[in-house]
């Protein structure tokens, strides 16, 4: 019975109290009851006892169970990353986890109570009402998609899933897992804008679309679409969306604007308080603008040619979304840009070839496959003196050329067709009858595929080249002619310069020899003017026998060749001035010598040059108490100038074209010794060597001689 009874012990204390006292009253008052009842009784008692106690750690575990239990049912059903709410028959929220609270914007102690309507687009009621009636008939899950409104008024797109359930008192209730789908929407708008503005969609107007679409898309108050320009530290606007209407285009800098940060970042976004951290953006401050997102556009190549920014007043509340859009829209407004850009510079090209072709001074002209002319150039038609082009349009190529001239006409056309080059010289006169020669170029125009669509024709009017190789060839006629007659002079030259040597030489020796013996024998004889009229025979025949020297030496550099090497100028002056000053003990003579460069030439010669010049400045300066000469060089651009200048006598400037003569003095002997033959020596030489020589000069003020050669 005991065992019994424990069976059935109920586990609230109270139940186990009254059961206890109507079992100590079946046994009668214990004053009655005997030792061995009284024993059984408190040995029942102490395993009520101890059962208690047991069911005290039972119900304690159990309760932790529950604990745990509430817990995951916490964490499962509150915590869900989707919203669950329990809707009464009539629509009612009746529960709700902290999700679905949040996604709708409202305390979950506010939300309960509240028709699910209210949180649902006006627009879309119609959709949850069909919903919640099928499920209802059907009893079956239903589905829907519909927009959904927080309580700020912020909408968004949710995917509601239903079934149906009863509560504890068997009423009828509707279970509803909401889920955030905007992303999805988002994205899935964005596919079908680009599906529906294809790349037939193109340009201006397709830049304008998107600015539009993104705006919309993303609720943002500004959105733009850029391309860079210059160094990328500038960017050109193709669309402005604001607030609703598109706004000029502009050029601005993209430096201290959100605008720089995302070309540096390819993609990056702002959710708040950007107009703080870009204070310098005058745009960002007068819309207070709060949130930024932007994308930079690459070409095929991966270099950086554009930009979109979306510029919002609001945060942006997910900006992952955000930056997905952009990312979307990207490539193919970065592939549109990239077009656009191609599709300028085509322009450009066509218009900047069109200038040159209206431009050009040539005729050209364009013939289809067949030859037939299809288009001549402004200046072609004035060329040919025509007026009216239509006569003219399908008329062939050919026709144009005399017949001796055709088949040449008709060979570089085929050329062209089969993708070569033609061309060929020809005779052709105007409209006008005026003769013309022609230099005439033919080549094939090919299409993007490389196929050959038509033919150029460049055509260039060589009437007074022609000419002016006829001219050519008459000179060079001529030419042939006068190096015949100078050959000719050059030999009678070598054959007089052999009998100046020769048969000049032979009787001035006998003329010096006898004068000198004659002189001897009369070494006795008292008169003094017989002894100078001896001497100055003897003089005459030395002077005679140094013009012969001069003028073989004068008349040999011309045919001479040229022992060209490199020769430093520094080096030849130091040595003549070197010569020079052993001859000038007893004057007076300041010397003023810069560094004279290296050039490439004949030493001798050069010499030659050097010491004429500075025996020269030496000789006319003989005059004064101190003679000055100054020797300097400047460094030009392919050439050396030489200056050699004094304080000597000078000379008047309207003589200075007879200095270079031969022959040609502009002192007397007793003036000044010499055979007036070295400056026309010096002259030679520096021709000779590619350069020029020329002096200037004042009576009484000195000269100065210049000449030039050429840089190694």
């Not at 006892?49 to 916490?74: C, G, P, V, W």
């Not at 009863?166 to 596919?191: F, M, W, Y």
């Not at 017989?530 to 001069?550: G, P």
Request: proline share 3%; with cysteine.
């Amino acid at each position: 019975m005991v065992e019994a009874n424990r069976r059935e012990m109920p586990a609230d204390r109270s139940d186990l109290r009254r059961r206890a006292e109507e079992l100590l009253k079946q046994h009668g008052e214990v004053d009655k009851m005997s030792h061995a009842s009284l024993k059984s009784i408190l040995h029942e008692l102490q395993v009520h006892q101890i059962e208690l106690q047991m069911q005290n750690d039972e119900l304690r575990s159990t309760q932790q169970e529950l604990e745990t239990a509430r817990e995951k049912y916490f964490a499962l059903y509150d915590l869900a990353p989707v919203g669950y709410v329990t809707l009464s028959g009539n629509g009612i929220i009746l529960e709700s986890n902290l999700t679905a609270a949040a996604l709708l914007g409202v305390n979950r102690a506010n939300i309960i109570g509240q028709p699910l309507t209210r949180f649902i687009y006006s627009e879309d009621q119609d959709i949850y009402y069909l919903h919640r009636k099928k499920l209802f008939e059907t009893g079956g899950a239903k589905s829907c998609e519909l927009r959904m409104l927080k309580t700020d008024g912020a909408p968004f797109w949710a995917y509601l899933e239903a079934t149906t359930a009863q509560d504890d008192g068997d009423a009828p209730v509707c279970r509803v897992v909401l889920n955030d789908i905007s992303e999805r929407k988002q994205a899935e708008a964005t596919h079908l804008f680009l599906s529906q503005y294809s790349w037939a969609t193109s340009g201006d107007r397709f830049f304008k679309a998107l600015a539009q679409h993104l705006a919309a898309n993303l609720r943002m108050d500004f959105v733009c679409i850029d391309r860079l320009v210059g160094d990328g530290l500038r960017a050109r606007t193709l669309a402005v969306y604001f607030d609703g209407k598109f706004e000029d285009n502009i050029e601005y800098a993209l430096k201290d604007t959100p605008c720089g940060a995302v070309v540096d970042k390819k993609i990056c976004c702002f959710p708040q308080k950007v107009r703080h951290l870009f204070p310098n953006d005058a745009v960002l401050q007068e819309m207070v603008a709060e949130s930024y997102a932007g994308v930079t556009l690459l070409s095929s190549d991966g270099k950086p040619i554009g930009l979109i920014a979306v510029i919002g007043r609001a945060p942006l509340t997910s900006p992952q979304r955000a930056e997905q859009v952009l990312k979307l829209v990207a490539d193919r407004a970065a592939g549109e840009l990239e077009r656009k850009g191609i599709e300028e510079s085509l322009r450009q090209s066509e218009a900047f070839n069109k200038s040159i072709i209206d431009s050009s001074s040539d005729c050209i002209k364009v013939l289809d496959l067949q030859g037939r002319l299809q288009y001549m150039s402004p200046n072609g038609r004035k060329i040919l003196g025509i007026v009216d082009m239509q006569p003219f349009v399908g008329m062939h190529y050919a026709d144009f050329w005399k017949d001796s001239v055709k088949d040449d006409v008709c060979q570089a056309i085929e050329r062209a067709k089969a993708g070569g080059h033609g061309n060929f010289t020809g005779y052709c006169s105007t409209l006008d009858g005026t003769p013309k020669w022609w230099d005439v170029s033919i080549t094939p125009i090919l299409n993007t595929q490389q196929d050959v669509q038509s033919i150029l024709v460049i055509s260039r009017d060589i009437t007074d080249r022609k000419w002016a190789e006829e001219q050519i060839k008459r000179l060079n006629d001529d030419l042939l002619e006068r190096n015949d007659k100078l050959e000719f002079a050059n030999k009678e030259l070598e054959a007089f310069s052999y009998s100046v040597s020769h048969d000049l030489r032979a009787p001035l020796r006998h003329m010096a020899g006898f004068a000198k013996m004659l002189q001897k024998k009369l070494v006795d004889d008292p008169d003094k003017k017989t002894h100078q009229y001896m001497a100055s025979i003897i003089a005459a025949s030395k002077k005679m026998e140094r013009l012969i020297d001069d003028l073989l030496s004068f008349s040999q550099i011309g045919s001479a060749e040229l022992q060209r090497r490199k020769v430093s100028l520094n080096s030849l002056l130091n040595e003549v001035v070197s010569e020079i000053k052993d001859e000038l003990q007893e004057r007076q003579v300041r010397w003023e010598i810069d560094e004279l460069p290296d050039v490439l030439g004949d030493r001798s010669l050069l010499r030659l040059v050097i010491v004429n010049l500075v025996s020269n400045a030496v000789k006319f300066t003989s005059s004064r108490p101190q003679a000055e000469i100054k020797i300097g060089c400047n460094d030009e651009d392919d050439k050396f100038t030489c200056s050699i200048s004094d304080n000597g006598v000078g000379f008047d400037m309207k003589y200075a074209e007879r200095l270079f003569g031969v022959f040609q003095r502009l002192h007397t002997e007793e003036e000044f010794e010499g055979t007036g033959i070295g400056l026309a020596t010096v002259q030679r030489i520096i021709s000779r060597h590619g350069g020029r020589i020329w002096a200037e000069g004042s009576v009484g003020q000195g000269a100065t001689f210049y000449f030039t050669l050429p840089k190694i």
